[in-house]
């Protein structure tokens, strides 16, 4: 069991896992203050509720929960609503991630976040299923469509045959 009492192994939690809550939030809201603001939700959360964990792939999987129902419910909030065009954004990841976060935004969000937390953060899909309380089939079937999809994308984009 882990139960998070102290100040130092809040801060640990806070230095492990901002920069992928960051991430995850920044790539529903396609704002990097949006993003920031999420993460810094998501920590109040932690630190408002007193959550005993199982072990570390708990916490982080609740702290992924967490974000994406704080991007969900943001999105939601019209006083919220801002629009940015896809060549002003500013991509939050290092280089070797960049490569193909664009196109991943030309797919739906389900299959986009599937594929984003397959690839990008090595969740098994069973643990996807967990974290977005979807059934593991209708997982699998997101992911396998997704990669289809992005597949035909990138045959567009790069003009492979």
């Known amino acids: 069991m882990l139960n998070i009492q102290t100040e130092k192994q809040y801060n640990k939690i806070?230095?492990?896992?901002?920069?992928?809550?960051?991430?995850?939030?920044?790539?529903?809201?396609?704002?990097?203050?949006?993003?920031?603001?999420?993460?810094?939700?998501?920590?109040?959360?932690?630190?408002?509720r007193k959550v005993i964990f199982k072990d570390e792939e708990h916490v982080k999987s609740w702290l992924i929960r967490v974000t994406i129902n704080q991007c969900l419910d943001y999105k939601k909030s019209l006083a919220?609503?801002?629009?940015?065009?896809?060549?002003?954004?500013?991509?939050?990841?290092?280089?070797?991630?960049?490569?193909i976060l664009e196109e991943l935004q030309l797919l739906k969000e389900d299959e986009r976040n599937i594929l984003y937390l397959y690839y990008y953060e090595g969740f098994p899909t069973a643990q996807i299923a967990e974290i977005l309380g979807k059934k593991e089939s209708s997982v699998r079937s997101d992911l396998r469509r997704g990669r289809e999809k992005l597949r035909e994308v990138l045959r567009e984009e790069y003009d492979f045959e």
Do not use: C, W
């Open 14 to 48: 806070v230095e492990n896992y901002s920069d992928m809550i960051f991430r995850i939030a920044y790539q529903y809201l396609y704002n990097k203050y949006d993003a920031e603001d999420i993460v810094q939700e998501v920590f109040v959360k932690l630190l408002s």
């Open 80 to 99: 919220k609503r801002s629009t940015v065009p896809i060549e002003n954004m500013e991509i939050p990841f290092e280089h070797k991630e960049e490569g």
